[in-house]
């Protein structure tokens, strides 16, 4: 394909380059300027890690072709400021920690830049409003807006500069807001992430995936793609030398599908070769022979008789199960006043972190193999790694690049394994980088959970028995499950000291997305369940809510669910402390909304309503606060 | 009823630090170095929660230094020592204890050498923000100089150490067990007001109160709330991600809907410190926690401002219209009544 000619103002420099055709503005920025400050975060323009300035206006680079831009005025992070200073907008984010994991922010960054130059005294809601297109899955945005007021304000010189100074320290760093030390390489775009760097000789790979979520491999054919030009490498489950398995708990998830494809989206061979549109050419030349076999996509479906058995040594489907036993709950619910029952679902979820999984791979000098992730658990993946290649585990090594995001969603070894065995049978480092589509079918997610919930309480508030009974889906691979499970049950009764109870917690395989670790690791499943029934029951027995957790929370001294015995306890003072902030007025939960008088506070936010802030309509609104302020 | 209904819901938690049900472990090596500054090598890092600055907070804390005086090695499996895993709430726990004994060790070494040097018993030395001086006496040098003095007499002041929680497994019949060695408690309270024509939520308050033992950083703890916070609130009204016989339907975030600038809540935190008896450093953690008490307490503050119950999540727009088409004014109450009078006779012994 001829390739064409692009001349462009970059960060003021002048830029002319020879590139291909199929590049957007933003492969243009990172592959061929090395520009890696701007992100790639979904490649379809929902998410803004792409963000840059294309003569003056805020674009998402991913959604332009770079010969659009061809002759335009660019502006990337980099060009912000001068090699080793910040904007003011940059020291606000570095002062208020408005950059966790980072992936996000020179994104971010370039749109509250927008933000303030298109109007340099951008109330709080328009500030808002223009951040909408750029999301962040760390911050909670909070200090992202604080700090961009703060930038704001400094600016326009309301406030001095040394707003921007990080806190005094006392005399003790223990308890001080001492500043994040990686918010400076966060803010400028400097911090590189695994997709960002690049090695000399370096090949990339891409992943076949499974067309189908329960099928039986019949044959792979890769002779047609290992002939092209520029492929280095196909390889498939066979090329795996040693015990091949990974997860956390059980071993059960082959490094590519291995006889039969589990889920949807799951590996089944990759390609290196010495450009990405070379491998994805490649992944078309690969010949797959499917027989479908059927599936389960419900958890319930898993335990019924007859029901088709997804890995050979779980013939029942079961990943694992929990029980936990404390007290006669026959006993206990005899003594209740009141029982309530209801069940409670909770949905699939996505991590989301913004970057997608990358990583690169490479045989060193003394012949170790080495991979470079954002990994969670480098520790833990080495040992399996070595397993799989059948090395010495001081012959491999994992490097744990810079996250962009982890959530739990990165303790899976879900693709490095395939790096390591292409550079291995390449002797090149080998490059993989998902796209958001990608990371979604191919990475673990929330358990979804059904809770059968049953509770005795006597009229005085007091808990006297409970049952508790959660059936999850795991997906096609066992990943976390079985540790979901456990803390799920340990923690299921919530911070209350109850004397009987019947907890059993059950996580089966599927033919879906396979579910894993995700922050709270099924803590949130199993406390949403019972956080609502403590709020049902407060009604019913016309109790204020915080006054029947009173009633029965953990003390010192308690016995929790697993019947260890409790030498400290908090809840009593986080009880005080948040009723005590947000002014709760005292009450039963029966729909009481309409009369309450804490409602409305100035520890709230306005309601939006969306587009009202800029443009006409909004003027009048955003004018008027300026000139209330 | 008025189009838009609001009200409050209060939600709590608990929660266990580091791994569950097992021994957990994690190692660290320290080294004071020329020019007063300091090295810390850990084999786990910084996911975005910011424990690369508690590590070093930490490190200046025990080593007399300044945080941006410390530096940290890669993590890296064949340079620095297992320090296992990023997640389970267990960073600041086990690699800030690991860091907080290792950085005392090399800081020992140091102290025997200058005290020898002064010719003052070791226990009088301090060090702190680059200093090192004796209690009671003028004798006072820079971390720089102090340095320099003990690799002239021949020691490098390096330590190494590990720091160990002691969680036990449960019993596979009753499930009996002592999963953690730190626990953490947590309270949550949610305003919002609902649309009852569209069915939309709107979050306008949040106030978290959460036990983190002892705050290394309180705006990195902050942090985590708000963003644990938003991830539960994105949990409670939108986040879906569907299966449609195995075949994933929400494959962008066209189709997986996440909260963006617009859905945030004015987040109100606040830290309580109970602090950790077992551990040098106190602190607990925060991490997973904040996120646990957000989706009940919106759940319990929709049912204060329309009387509707979700007890499936999400609750989406369509959800919430859903319950209301087939929600008669007062059912609830109603049934919670009668249930209340039942319970009343049961108690009279009728
Ligand atoms: S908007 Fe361009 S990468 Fe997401
Ligand atoms: S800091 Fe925004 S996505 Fe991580």
Redesign the pocket.
Known sequence: MPKIDLTMDVNGRKVAKQTEPHKRLLDFLREDLNLTGTKEGCGAGECGTCSVFVDGKLVKSCLMPAAKADGAKIETIEGLAKPGSLTPLQQAFHKTGA???????PG?VMAATSALRENPSAGIEEIKERLGGN?????GYTKIFEAVEIARDVIAGKLPETALDEDATGDSFIGANVRRLDAPS?VSGRLKYAADIKMVDMLQMQVLRAPMPHARIVSIDTSEAEAMDGVACVITADDVPGTDGFGVFVHDQPVMARGKVRHFGEAVAAVAAEDLVTARRALAKIKVEYEELPGIYAPEDALVDGAPVIHDYAQDNVIKHIPIRKGDIDKGFAEADLILEDVFTTQQVEHA??EPEAGIAYVDHDDVVTVLSPSQNITHHRHMLADILALPINKVRFIMSAV??GFGGKEDMIYQGMLALAAMKTHRPVQLTFTREESLVASAKRHPSKVHYKMGMKRSGEITAIEFDMLSDGGAYGMSSEGVMRKAAILSCGPYEVHNLKVDTTVVYTNNTPSGAFRTFGGMQAQFATESMMDMAAEALDMDPFELRRINMMKIGARTHTQQELTTASLDRVLDAAEEASRWETGAPRMRGGQRQDLGGPDTRRPCTLGARIGDAADTETKDERVAS | MNRKMRGRGMASSWYGIARTATIDRAGAWAELDDGGTAKIVTGVTEI?EGILTVLAQVAAEEMGVRPEDVTIGDNDTSRSPEAAHAGATRQTYMIGNSVALAAREARDMLFTEIADHWDVPAGSLRAFDGEIWALETNLRMTMKEAVGTCKARGVVPVGAASFTAHGTGLDPVDGSGSPWQAYVFGTQIAEVEVDTWTGEVQVLGIWAAHDVGRAINPRGVEGQIEGGVVQGLGQALMEDYQTENGYTTTHGFAKYILPTSLDIPQINCTIVEDPDPLSPLRAKGIGEPALVPTAPAIMNAIYDAIGVRIKSLPATPEKILDALRNHVPGREQIAQAARQDRAEAHRRGL
């Open positions: 950059s966790q994991c980072g992936y996000c922010i971010m999301i962040c899955r760390c911050t966060k972190y913004l962009g995001g | 975005g």
